[in-house]
């Protein structure tokens, strides 16, 4: 079964830092998508970045990029000069194209970004 | 504007009764999603559906109903033999099965 694990519950970073989620999955299929998710106070899910598994550039948006390690199964969200609207839930998802749809998430990170 | 609306946005039930909750999208979109989330907690998928009226059931489908009728509407029934309901629901949909999903806002049910 695939798993998705987020080793850190809570972080924090101060404005205009740089701070690096940690997000590691177990599955045995070779192709799949990754995901990173945000999940402010208002509680809206909103999908911050994906990563095909078959792409070996890590994925890049604005502020946000990853840290795809294939092979060691990794999978970190890094948000350079972080910013008091990042302070929120982040989750990493995984689904495998053998999955029919099915999201499996990870109990979340709350990161909080201190002034 | 495209997107996923869900109603409504607080909900209060007593025991026993059965509750729906709405989610409605018009991205065109095939798939559509029910989730659960506990404080504290990730989120556990209750149902799915890839295509109009068909649906399988997630993780924790116990106590809960759906129907796909229409392509842009995923009405969940939280029955009453759901044991613990209270909780928040999120509904998501997607292009297709394996492309990324998009979640409405919510709905925050209490059971009192």
């Known amino acids: 079964a695939q798993t998705v694990t987020q080793s850190q519950p809570e972080m924090s970073v101060q404005e205009a830092e740089t701070v690096t989620l940690s997000c590691t999955y177990d599955t045995s299929e070779s192709n799949y998508y990754l995901f990173w998710y945000k999940q402010p106070p208002s509680r809206q899910m909103i999908l911050v970045i994906r990563q095909e598994a078959y792409k070996q550039q890590n994925a890049t948006e604005n502020r946000f990029s990853v840290n795809f390690q294939k092979a060691a199964k990794s999978f970190s969200l890094k948000i350079s000069d972080s910013q008091l609207g990042d302070t929120a839930m982040y989750f990493c998802?995984?689904?495998?194209?053998?999955?029919?749809?099915?999201?499996?998430f990870g109990q979340g990170t709350e990161l909080s970004v201190k002034p | 504007d495209g997107g996923i609306t869900q109603s409504p946005k607080y909900l209060f039930r007593k025991e026993g009764q059965n509750v729906t909750l709405s989610c409605e999208q018009n991205l065109n979109h095939d798939a559509m999603y029910w989730y659960r989330q506990d404080p504290g907690q990730g989120l556990r998928l209750i149902y799915y559906s890839q295509i109009v009226n068909d649906f399988q059931k997630g993780d924790i489908a116990e106590g809960y109903s759906v129907s796909r009728e229409k392509k842009e509407s995923f009405p969940l029934t939280v029955t009453s033999a759901q044991k613990n309901p209270t909780a928040f629901y999120l509904c998501a949909s997607s292009l297709r099965a394996i492309n990324e999903q998009f979640f409405g806002p919510g709905t925050r049910l209490t059971v009192l």
């Open positions: 998802a995984f689904i495998g194209y053998n999955q029919g749809g099915k999201l499996i």
